[in-house]
């Protein structure tokens, strides 16, 4: 009587029971009551499933599938508690974040590719760490490897050569008419500007002869520093050399110079010039007058050839200021006492009168003679 109560018992609406089957029990006619009890499933005694009647289609429902799609809300989820393994991928590739949209309604997978575009990354992002107080780098990669920081040293390095042309080239400051080119000397730490300076820039005795244009170099180029007057330019032992005039191949050249102090006086005969061996006779004579001592306009060590003087006696012009006996070599004053200095036209600008005046006064006679 106790199991006949038992199975046979009907439970009130607010009342159920555990039906225990392996098929969906019956709901229909009388037995509508086991629509407020809980079926435990034994299909598969090793996973029972646990259902629950509901009255609107599909009856009855496994209890994992009784939160409707889309139902549980943020505030149902405890902070904190949903993981990474929760996530889905469908829908997104490997290595692509998550972002918001650009409606801001939902969340979407994106490529960082598509993020990182030309011009996004401000320059104040870039990282700087590990490079030197003061010292100027360039970001860039070299070969297969990472971005990095790299001196401008390692820039030029891989410069190819010839890589710049001239156009690229700044103009020399302060340039002139003049060419400047761009060098470096010892001790120079960089390259600098200068002017091409041949006494600088050409090593000595590299100069060919055949750079120098025909005709282009005046005798006044040529050093004879040191070389005293009358010197002739010769080849000696092969190279060109200064010789003296009496060692001129063909030429034997002597010169005799004697200073008579003071001028002479007229009608003094006075022995000037004595060539032994030739009789006493040169083949060239000249003749000046010495400043032995200020006088006038004239000071010691003027010298005046004799075309510059004649003879006067205080009224008009008697004849030869000097007469030269070259079979004696003796040189004779002729006529009155005066010499005269004129100028180029002529005019009288001194005369030489008294003893006084002849002893500031030297005659300089030169004998040339060639062999």
């Not at 029990?25 to 646990?50: F, H, Q, Y």
């Not at 820039?201 to 040191?226: E, Y």
């Not at 010769?234 to 010789?243: C, E, F, L, N």
Request: charged fraction near 15%.
């Amino acid at each position: 009587m106790l199991l006949q109560l038992i199975r046979q018992a009907i439970p009130s609406s607010t009342y159920g029971m555990i039906l225990f089957d392996t098929t969906a029990p019956d709901v229909t006619g009388s037995n509508a009551w086991r629509k407020t009890c809980i079926w435990l499933s034994l299909a598969n005694p090793a996973e029972p499933a646990l259902y629950v009647y509901k009255t609107s289609s599909p009856g009855w429902v496994n209890i994992n599938d009784i939160i409707s799609p889309n139902s549980i809300t943020t505030a149902m989820i405890q902070n904190n508690a949903v993981t990474l393994a929760k996530l889905s991928v469908a829908g997104g590739t490997a290595n692509q974040l998550i972002r918001v949209n650009a409606g801001a309604t939902a969340f979407e997978f994106v490529s960082l590719a598509s993020l990182v575009t030309t011009g996004s990354i401000p320059v104040g992002s870039l990282i700087t760490t590990g490079i030197p107080g003061g010292q100027f780098r360039l970001a860039g990669t070299y070969g297969p490897g990472v971005a990095n920081w790299y001196t401008a040293e390692n820039v030029i390095d891989n410069i190819p050569d010839g890589y710049i042309s001239t156009d690229l080239l700044a103009p020399a400051p302060g340039a002139t008419t003049r060419s400047k080119f761009l060098t470096t000397r010892t001790p120079d730490t960089f390259g600098t500007w200068r002017f091409f300076e041949p006494n600088t820039d050409i090593l000595d005795n590299t100069t060919s002869g055949a750079k120098l244009q025909n005709g282009s170099v005046d005798p006044v180029k040529i050093v004879s520093s040191g070389i005293p007057d009358g010197y002739l330019l010769s080849k000696v032992g092969g190279v060109p050399d200064w010789v003296a005039p009496t060692s001129v191949a063909g030429i034997v050249a002597s010169k005799q110079v004697v200073q008579i102090t003071p001028l002479p006086a007229s009608n003094t005969p006075i022995n000037v010039i004595t060539y032994a061996a030739t009789g006493g006779r040169a083949d060239i004579y000249q003749f000046y007058l010495v400043c032995l001592a200020a006088d006038h306009n004239h000071q010691p060590g003027d010298e005046l050839p004799l075309v510059s003087v004649g003879n006067d006696d205080a009224s008009n012009e008697a004849g030869p200021l000097i007469i030269f006996d070259a079979s004696a070599s003796t040189v004779v004053h002729r006529g009155p006492a005066n010499y005269q200095i004129q100028d180029a036209t002529s005019a009288t600008i001194q005369s030489i009168t008294t003893a006084p005046e002849r002893a500031r006064w030297a005659l300089k006679c030169v004998a040339i003679r060639f062999a």
